[in-house]
């Protein structure tokens, strides 16, 4: 799976020229870009899941979310500073963004009411941000119609930028089954909604920086994220540590 060595900076100048490309990019788009932000997580549903695995790296951009994916790309040899922390620091950062360039702004993800106070929480910190779209889809496949009733508000609304939050794998298959549909770079947030909203707590600095913000993440919702973490991540420390083997001491012969 592709995971791009860039730092924050430069992912926020990289999407904000897919939000609003120029006028001879624009006129030759055909599809809606998207970026994914990656973690062991969703490393691992790539490792097994070729599809997905197609998806994730067909993204405009794939940023190194989890620490992990700091080490392991230093690890590969690439010059990797620090990770690029979706949530809550880029989509802050490109929400910022938004607002200083006069970007309209789409919301898509989230119960009802966590929506809600996450609109709230953004028209207070932002009060000139355009939000010009913001639907909580139901915890279900939608239907034919209204899933066109969506491509059509958000287009119609001119959403240069949509916030998708409805949990990986999901929002990346979402994404790039609406890429050829969409006029707008859309972003994959996880569980940003609700942690902006405050229905979820954010780590410590200490545990971020030393990779232990899943210890903290499985303490929140130790019921639904157990599998995630106590299965997943020796997984993939395993798989890694191979890869790593593999290419530092390549067969011959």
């Not at 770079?185 to 609700?194: E, K, P, R, Y």
Request: proline share 6%; with cysteine.
């Amino acid at each position: 799976m592709r995971v791009d060595s860039i730092e924050a900076p430069e992912a926020v100048d990289a999407v904000m020229a897919l939000a609003a490309p120029g006028e001879a990019d624009e006129g030759a788009r055909s599809r809606a870009d998207y970026v994914c932000a990656a973690n062991v997580h969703m490393v691992m549903e790539a490792h097994d899941d070729a599809a997905f695995r197609a998806v994730v790296n067909g993204a405009a951009l794939v940023v190194p979310d989890g620490q992990p994916m700091v080490w392991a790309l230093r690890a590969l040899g690439l010059p990797q500073r620090a990770r690029v922390r979706m949530a809550p620091d880029l989509l802050l950062e490109l929400v910022a963004a938004c607002e200083a360039r006069h970007l309209k702004l789409g919301l898509y993800g989230g119960r009802p009411e966590t929506l809600r106070v996450f609109v709230d929480h953004l028209q207070d910190h932002f009060p000139s941000l355009d939000i010009v779209y913001a639907w909580s889809p139901p915890f279900r496949p939608l239907t034919s119609e209204e899933d066109d009733a969506v491509v059509r508000e958000a287009n119609g609304a001119g959403v240069q930028m949509l916030l998708v939050g409805i949990g990986c794998p999901k929002q990346e298959k979402w994404m790039a089954a609406h890429a050829e549909r969409l006029d707008c770079v859309m972003i994959g947030v996880g569980a940003a909604f609700d942690m902006l909203a405050g229905k979820t707590g954010d780590a410590p600095a200490w545990m971020r920086t030393r990779g232990l913000e899943w210890t903290f993440r499985l303490g929140q919702e130790p019921s639904r994220l157990w599998r995630r973490y106590l299965i997943q991540n020796p997984r993939f420390v395993t798989h890694f540590a191979a890869q790593v083997v593999r290419e530092r001491f390549p067969r011959r012969g």
